[in-house]
Structure formats: C-alpha cells, structure tokens
C-alpha cells in the first residue's frame, strides 16, 4: 500500500448499520458512523453532554488520569458560552498579519533546515519541533520554551505501550502548574496572564480554570498537529504534482488544507455521554452511557462525498467534520489551519520532491476496528 | 460590478461592491463583522451565516443539499438562510440585503 493511502476502516458497518460499539475501560460506548448522524448528535448538546466527569467523553477514557476539568470543551451551555467568548478572542490571532508573518518566518526555517539534510524522520525531526514551536506563537511566550517539550517527545500524554500513562500526563500537569504560578508573580503578554487577569459571568477565573484551559491547549493541538503535518508530507511524497499545482494556483492552498484534513482526519472521535434515554440510528442510547461521534467515519461517508477515498485537492464543497461540529468544534482550528496553510505554501515554494525511505504506520486499535490514523516515524529526502 | 449591503448584529449598515468570488470573501476582506469564513469557503463551518432579505431571495436562490445539510443544524437558520460562502458575486446578486446571522 501507498504511505499517503489511509483506508476506510468504518465503511461496512457505517453503510449496514450506521453503528458500532467500541469497549473502553468498562465503559463502552456507541460509535455513530454515518455524516448525518455524527451532525444531528453533535448538535444535541441537551441530551448527549459534554460536561460530564472531566475525561469521560475522551475515547480512550481519561477518567483514570485526570480530574482537570477541561474548558471550554468540557463544558456545557450556559457556561460553555461566556467561556468560549473569552477564548474566541486569543485563538481567532493567527489571523493577524504579524502573526501570520511570524508563523510563516518559522515554517520556512524548519524546511530550509531538512532541505539541507540527506535523510529526516519527519514525525520527531520535524513535524513535532514545527508543532512546539508554533504553540509559541499561540500561547504569545517566547520561542525557546519550544525546546522543552520538544525534548518531552510526540507522547506526553502516552507511552509507546500504554494508551495512557498517568505519568506521564503528570509532567505536562505539573508544568502547567508552575507556569501558572510563575505568572502569577510575573504578569506577562502570555494566555496565562490573560487568562489569570479574565472574568467569566462576573468571577476571575481560578488557578483550577486556567489550568483547564491550558491542558486543553496542550493536548488538543499536539499529536493532530503532528498527524496532519507528518500525513500530508506522506500525501505530497507520492503526488509530487500536487506541489507543483499548488505552486502555479496558490489560491487552491485553501482547497487543498481542508480536503487533507478531511482525508486524514486527525482526531477519530469525540465521546459525550447521554443525559437521558434516547435513540440514535434505531438503536437505544440509554441514559449515562457513552456515545462516540465518530469524525473519521463521517469524513468517508459517500452519501456526502463523491470519491470519499480519493484526495481531491480542489473539491469545492467539503462539509467536512475534522474540526468537530455544533457548539464545541475545535477551538484551535483557526492555529491549525494556518499551520498548514503556510506549510502547503512554503513546501510548494521550496521543495520539488520528497522521497520517503522508511514508513512504520500508526494504527489505532479501536475493537472492531484498526484505523490508520497517522505514522509512528517516516523517513524521507525532501528535495529542491 | 454588484452592490452587497450587510446589516450586522449590532445594526450596522456596511454596502460594498464586488465584482468575483464569493460574498464570504467579499465580507472578510472588508471585515464584516460576524462573518468569519473560518474554513475558507467549501462549506465546512457555517462562519458565513446570512439571512438574505426576503425580497432579494429570488436573487440569491434556495442552497443546494449539502448546504442545506449544513444550515439544518444551525440554531439561527430561517427559510431566507444561506452561506455566504456558497454565494458567488456576480450582476444578478445587484443591491441584495444580507443580515449577517450571528
Ligand atoms: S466559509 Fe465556511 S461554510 Fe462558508
């Protein structure tokens, strides 16, 4: 198989019944496969909650390793909104031209950088330096924090054998902790301080709060970034004439970044658990279980695609769901695209070829089901 | 060469002209307020929500299924909504009212 080739894992069961359990850690949950489904439950925040036990509607569970509340995404309406209208604000920057131009400064430095390489493991050599680096600009810190959580490597929230590791998510908690502390006593043009200085509905926000946020910050943009990153240098390595159309049309960078996404959909799923009995595809969802909204699935749905299985770079209409769907969709979707927009655009400028030598798969194991969701290393040549 | 008026959630009057792409584009472009156009204008957010004035609606036309698809879960759609994204500029779209959604 192709590296730049990632299966649909959901079609038979998404097409015969539309859904699927999956067994976590005692608690399962039900998968919803189809588009329109994913979209109607996403959009049901009444009866399928998000704000339930912090860690709950993760899939795999995080019940066992956290009790952090995560906001605003594990939150609710009412609360969710003023929440949600604070951070709005601070993730909506990489819009701004001076970011825009700092983001841009240092993509092209990570490319100029492996251009002059004969050989380069994209997924720790650069993938998750251009990620850590980035998060910089997000957080408004400066630049050489980057290196420390380069040195934590792709996985801090999991070990290589373990799907989650309670130690490991420590490091990154009791980071997070002493960097609020340390804003605390110096005040800076951080997201700390911003945050430490907010009000929601009238209160200042507590250290437990800040600490929400920022774990959210962390974990939700890191192995997606890296996943999206690694899978579309594994998609231009074997259609180096992508490259070179991008270049001739870059109004088509936009196109392209969200059918990548869409194709590659680097989050699975997002869980919720139901706040009383219900219904979903004529199957009972009973009150207080689990079901999973299923993205990656819903992304191949040919009911909504034609050629699901196919990157098409320039397909116009793409009700893609890889930033999620309804109140709670991604909130740092706006740094996530203009990751990838600058990427596209600086690899098409600078790099005519990319060969990949060595390529050892991600497989996630979901039960039933095996999905390839990313890379666990790639090794390639980037070319002039 | 078509003349677009946006009314904002605040109430503001913004009239622009435009002469291609899309009304989005046209919107962010001049900073519309509560246009966003988070995904670029293939369908996927529904940051570019706007209530086309009734009697421009002949103008603009119904959304297609996979807008609709989109529209469907949008807690401020109303039988005059469309993406603005999915509207392309052209003379036919002349003096049209946009109330932007959000
Ligand atoms: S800009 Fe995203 S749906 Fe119109």
Not at chain 1, 171 to 188: F, G, H, R, T, V
Not at chain 1, 339 to 350: C, F, P, Q, V
Not at chain 1, 362 to 370: Q, S, T, W
Not at chain 2, 16 to 30: D, F, I, K, P, Q
């Amino acid at each position: 198989m192709k590296v730049s080739e990632f299966p649909d894992a959901f079609k038979k069961e998404r097409e015969e019944k539309g859904y699927d359990s999956i067994e976590d850690q005692n608690d399962p949950a039900m998968m919803i496969l189809g588009h329109k489904d994913v979209r109607k439950c996403a959009h049901q925040w009444q009866t399928f909650q998000s704000g339930a036990k912090p860690g709950r509607i993760v899939i795999p569970s995080e019940v066992n390793i956290r009790e952090t509340r995560q906001i605003p995404f594990e939150v609710d309406p009412p609360e969710h909104k003023s929440y949600r209208n604070l951070l709005e604000a601070w993730f909506k920057r990489p819009l701004n031209e001076d970011y825009k131009n700092q983001l841009t400064t240092q993509i092209e430095s990570i490319v100029d950088e492996v251009l002059n390489k004969d050989a380069i493991e994209v997924v720790g050599d650069f993938s998750l330096p251009l990620q850590s680096r980035a998060l910089t600009l997000l957080l408004n810190i400066p630049y050489s924090e980057a290196d420390l959580w380069i040195s934590w490597g792709t996985h801090v929230f999991r070990s290589e054998d373990t799907a989650l590791d309670a130690d490991k998510a420590n490091i990154l908690y009791n980071y997070i902790d002493q960097e609020i502390d340390k804003a605390i006593e110096n005040p800076s043009e951080s997201l700390y301080s911003q945050l430490l200085n907010s009000k929601v509905n009238g209160k200042k926000l507590t250290k437990e709060e800040v600490k929400g946020v920022m774990i959210l910050t962390f974990a939700g943009g890191r192995d997606t970034v890296i996943n999206a990153v690694t899978n579309s240098i594994a998609y231009f390595s074997e259609h180096p004439n992508s490259l070179k159309a991008l270049k001739e049309n870059p109004a088509m960078i936009n196109k392209a970044v969200e059918e990548l996404v869409r194709y590659f959909t680097p989050l699975t799923q997002m869980g919720r658990v139901a706040t009383k009995d219900a219904e979903v595809c004529e199957h009972a969802v009973k009150a207080d279980s689990r079901i999973a909204l299923n993205w990656a699935s819903a992304n191949r749905d040919e009911r909504v695609f034609e050629n699901p299985n196919e990157v098409v770079l320039d397909r116009k209409v793409n009700p893609h769901l890889s930033f999620g769907f309804g109140i709670h969709n991604c909130l740092g979707a706006t740094h996530a695209r203009q990751i990838l927009r600058i990427l596209l655009a600086t690899l098409s400028k600078k790099v005519t070829s990319i060969d990949v030598l060595e390529a050892k798969e991600n497989i996630e194991d979901l039960g039933n089901f095996k999905r390839k969701v990313g890379f666990d290393s790639l090794k390639v040549q980037f070319n002039k | 060469m078509a003349k677009i008026t946006f009314i904002t959630s605040d109430n503001e009057t913004i009239t622009l002209e435009g002469t291609s792409g899309s009304v989005m584009e046209l919107a962010v472009n001049n900073n519309v307020k509560g246009i966003d156009g988070d995904c670029g204008g293939v369908c996927s957010c529904a940051t570019c929500h706007v209530h086309v004035a009734p009697e421009d609606f002949a103008k603009t036309g119904g959304p297609e299924e996979l807008e609709n698809d989109m529209l469907e879960f949008d807690d401020l759609t109303n039988e005059y909504s469309r993406l603005s994204c999915q509207l392309q500029i052209s003379e036919a779209l002349d003096g049209i009212v946009l109330k932007v959604a959000k």
